[in-house]
């Protein structure tokens, strides 16, 4: 189950983060810190645990997705409604540096766990929010999912083609990009807190805030010429060229060719050095007008080949391209190996897993997957006993069903 150490001293060796909350938003984010040395607790439900235990594609009744997500992670169940359970919480945090939650706003603080309850126990606490809408205004108790956030931070209108509705992206990436912007926002202040002198605070992030936040230039764009950004299908709005062109094997691949240099190249190499010469082509602008006679071109010369020989012509060119990489093919590709970007664990009864590798990479303190997601409950007693509970009154939680 567990992957042999580096022997190299972990990043946040001694930090303790308390995890309350499901699913992605929140918990992705104290995934990350574990990968890089962090102790997370992850306080589930005793009766069903975590709702991403059952998503997807399951091994003997488990999700391999939970197995990734929650790697490095100690189980502790507890009944959160529970008066026994609260305390517990409490006792956790007083040594704890960080809490990352994503309940609907209010609820914590209806059991008396919200940031000021928390914050007197422990000034030096740090505690993480994700929410559909943040902590205050007119939304805030609304329920929010990533496909909601994803929709009001403008992104879902810009995926898919003109004439037809909007599509996903293929995964929940509204919810990780909160997970993402949480660990900044508890790097920051940490930093503050041990660097500046400062003392502990809250990070209010909520899921549309986090997909807005990389939305570009939509808003800058709107509010200078009341320009709506919409769906462009695979093409690059205002860069050219820069598409997805079918091959003659029914492949598809990604042609970035939109620098200027790039772009000369990239004629030579498909045979048309007329257009690789023509100065209303030199720039980008110019080949933004012209965008559509580019991808006719280009379009015209992948069609007439197989994808193993148009990428091959375009690295030979040294144009940056890909194929459309699926499962099986980042699986099989040498550079994933080469990266240590697929590595293989062991699941509780002994059949193998293949967890995706850890980002980012750093030289000296790089982060690891210690062992893979925890059984239910599986830590619960050694944490309670790490707070002066005795085996006796471990059984007696559990058989008062707080545990």
Known sequence: ?????????????????????????????????????????????????????????????????WYSQSRNKKSLTLNLKSEEGQQIVRELVRDADIVIENFRPGTLEGWGLGWDDLARINPNLIMVRVSGYGQDGPYSQRPGFAAIAESMGGLRNLIGFPDRPPVRTGVSIGDTLASLYGVIGA?????????????GQFIDIALYEAVFGVMES?????????QVRERSGASLPGI????????????????????D???????????????????????????????????????DWTGQHDIGQVLQLLEAADVPSSRVFT????????????????????????????LPGIVPKLSETPGETRWVGPELGQHTAEILASIGR?????AMLKQRGVI
């Open 1 to 65: 189950m567990e992957h042999p150490s580096s022997g190299q001293q972990a990043a946040l060796q001694g930090v303790k983060v308390i995890e309350l909350g499901a699913l992605i938003a929140g918990p992705y984010a104290a995934s990350l810190l574990g990968q890089f040395g962090a102790e997370v607790i992850k306080i589930e439900s005793p009766t069903d645990g975590d709702p991403l235990r059952n998503w997807r594609k399951l091994h003997e009744g488990t999700s391999l997705w």
């Open 187 to 199: 790097l920051l202040a940490m930093h503050h807190l041990k660097v500046n002198g400062g003392k």
């Open 218 to 226: 939509l808003i800058p764009e709107y509010g200078a010429s009341g």
């Open 240 to 259: 050219s060229p820069s598409s997805t062109y079918l091959c003659r094997d029914g492949l598809y691949v990604i042609i970035a060719g939109n620098g």
């Open 261 to 299: 240099s790039i772009f000369k190249r990239l004629m030579q190499a498909i045979g048309r050095a007329d257009l690789a010469a023509d100065p209303a082509l030199a720039r980008n602008e110019g080949r933004v007008r012209h965008n559509d006679l580019i991808d006719q071109a280009i379009s």
């Open 327 to 354: 499962a099986a093919d980042i699986y099989q590709d040498p550079h994933y190996r080469a990266r240590d970007m697929i590595q293989r664990f062991t699941l509780p009864d002994g059949a193998p897993i293949d």
């Open 390 to 394: 005795t085996p006796q009154q471990i």
